[in-house]
């Protein structure tokens, strides 16, 4: 029972309200250290130049992630390039604030430092911890380690032309160049509209749209020529002669009937043009996968009877030939490639094989010395062999559970 302090004279008890609460003592940093070793037990001990393995690393990195403690990454980041004379390193080193030094680094490190070695995946992944550590030096010392997020700028939204209004900008731009081709040359012959719309490629309606843009232009400069023309508009041209007023009639005379022939002939070609033939675009034939057409390929595997057993049958797509025995019935088959792309399978079938050259035979009690020269490459022995055996009229392309797949070329 804990001893209570003697009250002095004249003094009152405290009230229980305002008594300390006993709480739980604090441990300082040198007996946390303490205690995590009485648990962990000491500091891993390596041979020099021994090779730690897998299991080995992994306990010994435990161990300094719970037993080490957070200055001691720069310590052993420090000894470790002080030990290898990177002092350039070194430098950088001090520049990093604390939260991006990487602990999983420095617990290797200070494997290596006490003489152990570690693999080359291990050493590898060192060194680019450390070089990512580099690149952030030089950062505030307050800086938490956490990127802020940068706050996204929304996209500009630009006012869609429409179909109408494009058409409209590009009949405006054609209509600018012709009045800058006036203001330069004048009403000049040298100027031709035909010749300019069919370098623009424009089409009949849009060349429409130009006439129809010069028509009254056109109107009033041949009411100026004539007797009948009102005092108030001759008035703005009174500095002009009566040959420059007949010029300027001509002039967009020509203008809007050329443009009207423009048209007109435009029309016509495309209406006389040959009507585009639609190629047909063929399809692509979609490659099957080995694995997928031997989905419902049945075979015999292995023939311990006769001690055969099949090759894989995933070697058959493409190959030029082939050699098949019915274990059953003791019938061999040949089956030729039909052309360079080799034989193919469906579904049990084998397919795009020369039905001329292809055979079949019955081998009955030679099977074993047939077969024996098959497994052996020798071709031309096999043909003298068999060259006196009555081939079979009908080839059966199927194969099934006693097919032995002998050979494949």
Known sequence: MARQRRLKPNEAEPSRAFKKRAGKARLSRSEAYLANIKYMGEEPEFLVGETLNDNQLGRTLNWYAGVAERKDIRAYLETYLKEHKRFGDLQSLKEVPDPWLPQTAAWIARVMSRGAEVSTRTYEFFQRSLTDCFKHA??????????????????????????????????????????LAIDAEGWADSISIYDELKKADFPPMLASRVGAYYAPVAEEAALLITARCPEDLLEGYRHYTKSQLAARSAFYKRLVSETDRYAGNKRALKETAAPKQRVKRQRKVKVQAPDKKLKNFVYERENAEKKLASVSPMKIVGA???FVLNTKYNNLTVF??????????HRSSITKYNEETSFSIKVGRKWESITKLVLE????????????????PEIKQRVNENTIILKVV
Not at 381 to 388: G, H, I, L, T
């Open 138 to 179: 030089g950062r505030s010392a307050d800086d938490d380690g956490i990127e802020k997020p940068t706050e996204k700028r929304k996209p500009v939204e630009h006012a869609r032309l429409s179909i109408q209004d494009a058409m409209q900008a590009k009949v405006s731009d054609f209509i600018a160049g012709i009045e």
């Open 320 to 322: 030029q030939q082939l």
């Open 336 to 345: 030729n490639a039909i052309d360079r792309g080799g034989l193919d399978i």
């Open 377 to 392: 490459g020798k071709l031309k022995a096999f043909e003298k062999a068999v060259a006196d055996i009555t081939r079979k």
